[in-house]
């Protein structure tokens, strides 16, 4: 799997470009964080794509909220990828600039 070990962070993980983004980072072996303002979508999301996907509720415009994900999702690296501390690529699904 290419990218085993790695940590995808997808904001509007929860629909669209975002979860069809989220489900082939999963595929090649990535483990997947998505970002999204609707808890309800996010659930949905989650459960589609396995249980090991975390799902973050917040909102783009807010630097709280992605602090928080950056956050959560640094926490994701180091227990599921010990030793491994390098950031990678993001990718934004949305227009909106951060």
């Given at each position: 799997?290419?990218?085993q070990?790695?940590?995808?962070?997808?904001t509007?993980?929860?629909?669209g470009?975002g979860?069809?983004?989220?489900r082939?980072?999963?595929?090649?072996?990535?483990?997947v964080v998505i970002?999204?303002r609707?808890r309800q979508?996010?659930?949905?999301?989650a459960a589609?794509?396995?249980?090991?996907?975390?799902?973050?509720?917040?909102?783009?415009?807010?630097?709280?909220?992605?602090?928080?994900?950056f956050?959560?999702a640094a926490?994701i690296r180091?227990?599921?990828?010990p030793?491994?501390?390098?950031?990678?690529?993001?990718?934004r699904?949305?227009?909106?600039?951060?």
């Amino acid at each position: 799997m290419k990218l085993q070990d790695k940590v995808a962070v997808i904001t509007g993980g929860n629909s669209g470009i975002g979860l069809a983004s989220a489900r082939e980072f999963r595929a090649n072996g990535a483990k997947v964080v998505i970002f999204g303002r609707s808890r309800q979508t996010l659930d949905q999301a989650a459960a589609s794509l396995g249980s090991d996907v975390l799902a973050v509720q917040g909102d783009v415009r807010n630097l709280g909220d992605l602090e928080r994900l950056f956050k959560q999702a640094a926490e994701i690296r180091k227990d599921r990828c010990p030793g491994r501390q390098r950031r990678h690529r993001e990718i934004r699904s949305c227009g909106r600039p951060v």
